[in-house]
């Protein structure tokens, strides 16, 4: 009696799953997410050093510690595979010139910057069935969603440095996984929040992160897979775009991070709804 209980647990179990994995296929589809990954791609592409030109404006005496400089270009390598040299620069360019930043081009920066939530916000909106905000809504909250990611920017870098520390040198290995789990435990929190926030309608915090803790999930082992495939001598880009080649892999990792992004948003979509039914 208990073995066909378990069985029939275990196929009601597998049923639900099937049944999440098709919904979330259906949702992305209809969502038009490739497309909108696209555009997602570029505006990221557009924002993406104004964010890094406004989160070091906010925290260069921060940055200008050496063991955090550190981690913040061990962080380049790892979330901007083969691109990290080119930002690079620009971040040692900004840091040496950040006296010559005042409020006004922080503000700007902030302004720049905010773009690509405005589109994010705009497919999240699509995938949860929301209705749009009005301009200066959505330009405010994508404004406050660059404060936010500023803020755990700062947090994260500060604990990577403590992380990578070797005390009295037999924590490296723990140090390495420490940052890890800490790079995880950022990209849910972030995740959860634009998926909790964004959407012009209340997404409740399970469901958020429950979308969040899969995107990044699928993140990390993203991040694995596409530099093996860099390193691995398969793609040659460098034949036909010459010196574009970083700002192509560039382009194809922010594009591959906006499928994922949206991925986790219509499992989330999805799994609200079983909770919804499931109360019902």
């Known amino acids: 009696m208990e073995g066909e209980q378990t069985s029939e647990n275990r196929t009601m179990g597998l049923g639900r799953l099937w049944r999440l994995v098709s919904q979330t296929q259906r949702v992305f589809v209809e969502g038009e997410c490739p497309v909108r990954a696209a555009s997602l791609a570029y505006h990221l592409l557009l924002s993406l050093f104004p964010l890094l030109l406004f989160l070091i404006f906010v925290g260069s005496n921060v940055l200008s510690a050496q063991g955090t400089r550190q981690a913040l270009d061990r962080y380049l390598d790892e979330v901007i595979p083969a691109?990290?040299?080119?930002?690079?620069?620009?971040?040692?360019?900004?840091?040496?010139?950040?006296?010559?930043?005042?409020?006004?081009?922080?503000?700007?920066?902030?302004?720049?910057?905010?773009?690509?939530?405005?589109?994010?916000?705009?497919?999240?909106?699509?995938?949860?069935?929301?209705?749009?905000?009005?301009?200066?809504?959505?330009?405010?909250?994508?404004?406050?969603?660059?404060?936010?990611?500023?803020?755990?920017?700062?947090?994260?870098?500060?604990?990577?440095?403590?992380a990578s520390w070797p005390w009295q040198g037999m924590l490296t290995t723990l140090g390495r996984w420490l940052s890890r789990g800490l790079d995880l435990i950022v990209t849910v929190l972030l995740l959860g929040l634009m998926y909790r926030l964004l959407p012009n309608r209340i997404v409740p915090w399970r469901a958020a992160f429950a979308g969040a803790f899969l995107a990044g999930m699928l993140w990390q082992i993203g991040k694995v897979l596409f530099g093996w495939f860099l390193t691995s001598g398969l793609p040659n880009y460098g034949l036909v775009y010459g010196s574009l080649t970083s700002v192509?892999?560039?382009?194809?990792?922010?594009?591959?991070?906006?499928?994922?992004?949206?991925?986790?948003?219509?499992?989330?979509?999805?799994?609200?709804?079983?909770?919804?039914?499931?109360?019902?």
């Open 83 to 162: 691109a990290a040299n080119s930002v690079r620069i620009v971040v040692d360019q900004t840091l040496e010139a950040r006296s010559a930043i005042g409020l006004i081009g922080g503000v700007l920066l902030l302004w720049s910057s905010s773009a690509v939530f405005i589109s994010l916000s705009t497919a999240l909106n699509v995938i949860w069935n929301a209705a749009p905000r009005p301009f200066w809504r959505r330009r405010i909250l994508a404004i406050v969603t660059v404060l936010i990611i500023g803020s755990l920017f700062i947090v994260s870098m500060w604990f990577s440095t403590l």
């Open 248 to 280: 192509v892999i560039l382009m194809l990792w922010t594009y591959l991070s906006g499928l994922i992004i949206l991925l986790g948003a219509a499992f989330g979509s999805v799994l609200e709804k079983e909770i919804l039914e499931s109360v019902a």
